[in-house]
């Protein structure tokens, strides 16, 4: 369905996208290259640094130890914005260090883990952060069917809950649940959670990422056995294989074959994705912060994978699992009250036009900057 135009625009871009970053990123080094003296001896070359090419630059680190609340117009982390008003982009000048560009840069960590440690003895001597990370979305009903998937995954993984129920402490009957890490927000959807507790940053010492719904059917799945296929075929984000049998599917492209180990395919599922870490980090910057039901995202995957995404995509078929049941959020019965089933469904549908539209504004702000 208008696949290979979408395919053929992202082509075109990419051939774009050098230029652009080519030249900020010489300017960029050109500036810091300037104006990294006054940073580290401000005393000593106070106002004699820079010139007529990067005074800005310059004057922005010398604002940064006289002024240290000015405006910025950094990001968090430091970059250098791109500001665009929608018919231009124009580069914006390193502006002062806001975040960790004031430590000396060997204390600075940049990532994170979701692994729990201990309070007492040797930090080296803590249990390790696992390979890789399993996330589930869960309500304490379905807890059946969540322990026989914890028990599909082995020790390489840490876990991750997202509670949408309130009910937390009651998981503990599961020896697991104590090594896990539980999120607990009332009420929201997977990928409100995936946007706020699964920072590229924070999750990037995992190889892989597994963000499953709760109602899979894993009888014939192995956590190990699905990663050694990924990898040996370069999946880069893949969902196990659907046995209609069992189970219901949305698409063919999805269901389970018999005869193959993988299929490639460029469209994966959101009910059971499995990401490396570099499609993750990908994947969690295309998911919009208003929009909680991620209606669109799955199209649009093949975005954050190596080209061609037909073959760093893919469904494995020895490694299947069976999806029980459709569209279960919000409340069965009476259509008219907020939260009500049909209610939900509307608004995921909306927001899938939402995504879209704004997908396809973003492409065409990015292809008149590209050529002006
Ligand atoms: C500033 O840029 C101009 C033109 O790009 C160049 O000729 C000049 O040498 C530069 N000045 C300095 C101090 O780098
Ligand atoms: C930062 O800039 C914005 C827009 O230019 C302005 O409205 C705001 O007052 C400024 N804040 C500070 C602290 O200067
Ligand atoms: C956007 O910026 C360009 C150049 O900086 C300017 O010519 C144009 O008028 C701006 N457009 C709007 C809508 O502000
Ligand atoms: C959880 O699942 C495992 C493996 O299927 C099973 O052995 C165990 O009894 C289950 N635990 C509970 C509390 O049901
Ligand atoms: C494989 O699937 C085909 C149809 O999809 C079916 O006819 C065949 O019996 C299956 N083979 C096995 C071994 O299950
Ligand atoms: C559904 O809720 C509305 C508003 O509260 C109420 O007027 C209506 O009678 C309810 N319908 C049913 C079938 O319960």
Redesign the pocket.
């Known amino acids: 369905m208008g696949r290979h135009w979408q395919v053929g625009g992202r082509l075109r871009m990419k051939k774009l996208n050098p230029i652009l970053t080519v030249l900020s990123a010489a300017v960029i080094g050109f500036c810091i290259g300037v104006s990294f003296p006054v940073q580290i001896a401000p005393k000593v070359f106070p106002l004699s640094f820079g010139n007529e090419n990067c005074t800005m630059g310059a004057r922005n680190m010398l604002g940064r130890i006289s002024a240290p609340f000015r405006n910025s117009t950094s990001n968090v982390d430091g970059s250098p914005l791109l500001q665009s008003n929608g018919t231009s982009k124009k580069f914006v000048p390193p502006a002062k260090p806001k975040g960790k560009e004031r430590l000396p840069p060997n204390i600075v960590v940049q990532e994170s883990d979701l692994h729990l440690r201990r309070l007492w003895g040797q930090p080296h001597e803590d249990t390790p952060t696992r390979k890789y990370l399993l996330v589930l979305t869960v309500g304490y009903s379905e807890k ?1 069917n969540v ?2 998937t914890v ?1 599909k995954f082995s020790d390489n993984f840490d876990l991750m809950l997202f509670h949408y129920d309130g009910h937390t402490t009651e998981w503990d ?2 020896e697991w649940s104590e090594q896990a890490v539980h999120v607990s927000a009332m009420g929201q959807a997977k990928w409100w959670y995936a946007k706020r507790f699964m920072h590229p940053s924070i999750v990037a010492q995992y190889e892989y990422i597994f963000l499953w719904d709760q109602d899979l059917g894993v009888e014939t799945f192995d956590a190990e056995e699905y990663i050694k296929i990924v990898k040996k075929h370069g999946l880069e984000i893949s969902q196990p294989g659907l046995d209609i049998i069992r189970g219901v599917k949305t698409y063919d492209i999805n269901v389970r074959r018999n005869d193959t180990e993988i299929h490639n395919s460029n469209f994966v599922e959101v009910m059971a994705p499995v990401f490396t870490k570099e499609a993750w980090s990908c994947v969690w910057h295309m998911i919009q912060n208003d929009l909680v039901h991620g209606w669109g995202l799955d199209w649009n995957f093949w975005r954050c994978v190596d080209e061609p995404a037909e073959e760093h995509m893919g469904v494995v078929d020895a490694q299947y699992v069976a999806h029980h049941a459709g569209f279960t959020l919000g409340n069965p019965g009476n259509d008219t009250l907020d939260g009500s089933r049909t209610r939900v469904r509307r608004r995921a549908s909306d927001e899938f036009g939402m995504f879209n539209a704004r997908m396809d504004s973003a492409h065409k702000a990015q292809a008149e900057s590209s050529s002006s």
């Open positions: 059946v322990n026989a028990h009957e599961f």
